[in-house]
């Protein structure tokens, strides 16, 4: 065994993965280690992944890059929330938005709202930031100051935290969308000018070792290259872990189904049209189509099951969607491969991106994956004796935050109130993961909350969950029965202070177009 530190990383692949692995651990790790990233001039990016988490935020702080900075070079634009339309029955719609859920008297509002709510919306009711989204505000006033949602930017106890040590801890109030051509780009430049040795070339083979770790790789016009610990970030082909190393990959597909999409990407006046401060996920009848609002265009595409459609019949569905600004745009027609790898780190490599596991993007929770696995590869760095209680460590929090997003979004499936094709008819009897059913049962008589949702950390707080319940409409929800017995003078009272902060803020807040129109004066 090596008496060395592991000092010498080499990364394949030059997509998101790739590259926020690259300028996260230059920047994390400096001269301590050398960093090489190999990216194939000739295949591809996937050329989609354009919504986020909030918790991306904290990556870009922790590169020191300000939002005036990067924002405007990858066309970036606020996301407040999803808005889901048309997933309980046509014309109808819900967001599920960034903000704390509010509490009176120990219970959630949402409780509150299903005893006597005072319409039949819970998000405007209860969320501040569902009323800013039907408004189309931004969150922040032109001189770039944000609204007051009970977040101290910058606040000293919460900088340096990881997202799960964040948890629960505060609630940013937005995420971002952006182009990920763009951010790749960009930090393609931060991750070289600090050192990052960059080579387009293609990994033809990968050699292992007696013990099946990986010796080199070995590129097509580069020769070897050797490395201690390599990265596959290769997308759907995971060339290192799956491929070479044979890690098998288990799939989702038994509860999640779909496994195709097709996507646009279509150049928009958006001084004329507005931008939407949201992520749209509109249902369809087998499947569901994202719209993502950037700067100078939308992202589109439709997510469906190839057993109950065709992709002509979806290339055909989403360019009428869209109409007829995208009657000149190529699309992309993509295969999905949806679950995780058993492992993500084995020996000497470790998988991070769309080489490691994947979830149809309904969640906007790819880019979330990569965070997180870069944060935990840091924290189980190895040391020179590879201490393999580490990779445990790290695959089986891996192996959670998937798991506990697949939980998550098969809610969103058992909830839909759709039945109005075979498509959403199938969803109410599919398979659900080891102890959903028994969750759901819960949550029939006792809203979603940290005790009764999937036990570890997985990025997503109960009133998200709650959110999608109360949303999607199938399942029956009702308010905690003591509820009934208690005085809802105090709930009333901070809904009537959510309707007025809301009128307040729509009142006094710029357009989501004009924010950025202006900060794009300002940079
Ligand atoms: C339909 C769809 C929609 C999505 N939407 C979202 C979203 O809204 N939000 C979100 O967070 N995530 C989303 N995602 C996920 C997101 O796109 C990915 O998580 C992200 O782009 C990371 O991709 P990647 O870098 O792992 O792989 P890729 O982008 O596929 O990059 C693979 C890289 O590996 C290189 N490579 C492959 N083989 C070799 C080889 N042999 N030698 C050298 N190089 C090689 C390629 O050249 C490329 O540079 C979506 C995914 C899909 C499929
Ligand atoms: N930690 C995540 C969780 C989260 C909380 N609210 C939302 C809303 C949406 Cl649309 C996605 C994700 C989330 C985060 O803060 O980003």
């Not at 469906?304 to 007829?324: H, I, N, Q, W």
């Not at 009537?496 to 809301?502: F, N």
């Amino acid at each position: 065994m090596s008496t060395k530190n592991p000092d010498r990383v080499v990364i394949v692949g030059g997509g998101t993965a790739g590259w926020m692995t690259a300028s996260y651990l230059k920047k994390a790790f400096g001269d301590k280690i050398s960093v090489t990233l190999v990216e194939s001039g000739k295949i591809g990016t996937i050329g989609v992944g354009e919504a986020t988490f909030s918790d991306i935020r904290h990556f870009f702080e922790f590169l020191d890059l300000k939002e005036e900075e990067w924002m405007p070079a990858c066309n970036a634009t606020y996301k407040l929330a999803v808005r889901f339309q048309d997933w309980r029955r046509k014309g109808h719609h819900f967001y599920h938005p960034f903000e704390q859920m509010p509490t009176v008297n120990g219970f959630p509002l949402t409780d509150w709202w299903l005893q006597d709510g005072p319409t039949d919306r819970f998000d405007t009711d209860c969320f501040v930031m569902a009323n800013l989204c039907d408004a189309g505000r931004s969150p922040r006033f032109l001189d770039g100051s944000l609204i007051d949602q009970g977040f101290a930017e910058g606040a000293k106890e919460l900088s340096g935290l990881t997202m799960s040590e964040h948890q629960g801890k505060t609630q940013f109030p937005y995420a971002y969308h952006f182009e990920a051509a763009l951010l790749a780009k960009y930090l393609t430049k931060y991750s070289t000018d600090r050192g990052v040795h960059h080579i387009i070339d293609e990994v033809q083979d990968v050699r292992l070792d007696e013990r099946g770790w990986i010796d080199h790789i070995v590129t097509k016009d580069h020769g070897s290259l050797e490395g201690d610990l390599f990265v596959d970030c290769t997308g759907f082909r995971g060339v290192l872990l799956n491929k070479a190393l044979e890690v098998p990959f288990i799939s989702y597909q038994d509860t999640l189904p779909n496994d195709s999409a097709v996507a646009l990407q279509v150049p928009l006046d958006m001084e004329k049209r507005g931008i939407n401060p949201y992520t749209q996920a509109t249902a369809q009848d087998a499947g569901w189509i994202w719209t993502i609002p950037l700067f100078g265009r939308i992202g589109t595409g439709y997510v469906y099951a190839k057993d109950y459609l065709s992709p002509e019949e979806a290339e055909r569905t989403l360019r009428e969607f869209v109409g007829p600004e995208a009657a000149e745009v190529e699309a992309n027609h993509i295969r999905m491969r949806i679950g995780r790898s058993e492992q993500s780190w084995k020996n000497n490599c470790v998988a991070i991106g769309l080489a490691s596991g994947f979830v149809e993007p309904l969640e906007s929770t790819g880019i979330f994956f990569i965070h997180h696995a870069i944060e935990q590869m840091v924290k189980h760095f190895p040391a020179a004796d590879w201490s393999p209680e580490l990779r445990k460590s790290y695959n089986s929090s891996i192996a959670n935050v998937m798991d506990g997003v697949r939980e998550f979004l098969v809610l969103h499936y058992q909830g839909a109130g759709r039945d109005d094709t075979q498509y959403w008819k199938d969803t109410k009897t599919r398979a659900v993961p080891d102890g959903l059913a028994e969750r759901l049962e819960r949550w029939k008589v006792q809203l979603p909350d940290s005790e009764n949702v999937f036990p570890y950390y997985h990025g997503l707080p109960p009133y998200s969950y709650m959110c999608i319940l109360l949303g999607t409409g199938a399942i029956p929800a009702r308010a905690t029965p003591s509820l009934g017995m208690s005085d809802t003078a105090a709930a009333h009272k901070e809904f009537a202070a959510i309707r007025d902060k809301s009128r307040h803020l729509i009142e006094t807040l710029p357009s989501t177009y004009e924010y950025f129109a202006s900060m794009r004066e300002r940079s």
